[in-house]
């Protein structure tokens, strides 16, 4: 950044992400500061990330809004950008921030489109673009996120706009991290829903499933997406199957039953 103009850190969580976390960091080696927060990882993701910043701050993962707003308290700037791993700011996003963090003008939290990248062709359906999550750019202390462990939501004190520039993301490398990160967020999705008081079953899980996979790939178009469009809406019935499942399976103990034998 140049000097006199306002001031951006970049913040990105980060857990076991060595094999992505250094794209993410090039992309934003521009910043004024990047910090990364680190939940323990037992690879060489904090080893890369401080290759890229002196602030990698390690700590413990109780959810992904008690995370997220953990780590914004290390940011030092008056806007944040908050950038996952598997996220890339590209060159256009990058001038678009800047033009936003010194417009005295600016809206005070922006929803950032994101073009996703899967099975070697860019998503234009199945609810993937423009893919927007929590904004990602904000002025510090106008926002935080709510503390739930997974999908986390967000308060913002001030106006919201929209970016016009994407992001890109990589969300998968390969199929193995698309069955373990279901099965991570299924984990965490049931607790949720436990927390909530939402009762599981069988029944509930094979219907949310179900409901999950015809929204996306009907009603969403993610047909048109082709192969990668039937991946996606597969892994979500499969995500939301789960999730049900592993509620009733908490709720209901099995594991501590013994049936009768006959």
């Known amino acids: 950044m140049k000097p006199g103009t306002a001031k951006l850190s970049v913040c990105i969580i980060a857990y076991n992400d060595e094999d992505k976390i250094e794209e993410a960091l090039k992309s934003v080696a521009w910043a004024d500061e990047i910090v990364v927060a680190d939940s323990h990882s037992s690879d060489r993701t904090a080893e890369i990330a401080r290759r890229y910043t002196g602030k990698v701050v390690q700590i413990d993962f109780q959810g992904f809004g008690k995370l997220r707003n953990a780590a914004l308290a290390h940011c030092s700037h008056e806007w944040i950008f908050s950038l996952d791993t598997d996220e890339r700011c590209t060159a256009e996003a990058k001038e678009e921030i800047v033009r936003i963090i010194n417009d005295p003008h600016a809206a005070d939290a922006y929803l950032v489109p994101r073009r996703n990248l899967f099975m070697g062709r860019w998503i234009r359906h199945s609810s993937w673009y423009p893919n927007y999550r929590q904004p990602q750019l904000?002025?510090?202390?106008?926002?935080?996120?709510?503390?739930?462990?997974?999908?986390?939501g967000y308060i913002l004190d001030g106006r919201c706009a929209k970016m016009k520039s994407d992001l890109w993301q990589?969300?998968?490398?390969?199929?193995?991290?698309?069955?373990?990160?279901?099965?991570r967020y299924s984990t965490l999705g049931a607790?949720?829903?436990?927390?909530?008081?939402?009762?599981?079953?069988?029944?509930?899980?094979?219907?949310h499933g179900a409901w999950a996979f015809i929204r996306l790939y009907i009603f969403q178009l993610g047909f048109l997406d082709g192969r990668a469009g039937f991946m996606i809406a597969l892994g979500n019935f499969e995500g939301t199957f789960y999730r049900y499942a592993k509620l009733a399976e908490m709720q209901e103990r099995w594991n501590d039953r013994q049936p009768p034998l006959g």
Do not use: C, N
């Not at 607790?191 to 219907?207: D, V």
């Open 191 to 207: 607790q949720k829903l436990s927390e909530s008081g939402t009762r599981g079953s069988m029944a509930k899980a094979l219907f």
């Open 170 to 183: 990589k969300p998968f490398r390969d199929f193995s991290q698309i069955i373990a990160k279901m099965d």
């Open 138 to 152: 904000f002025r510090k202390g106008r926002m935080r996120y709510t503390e739930e462990l997974v999908h986390e």
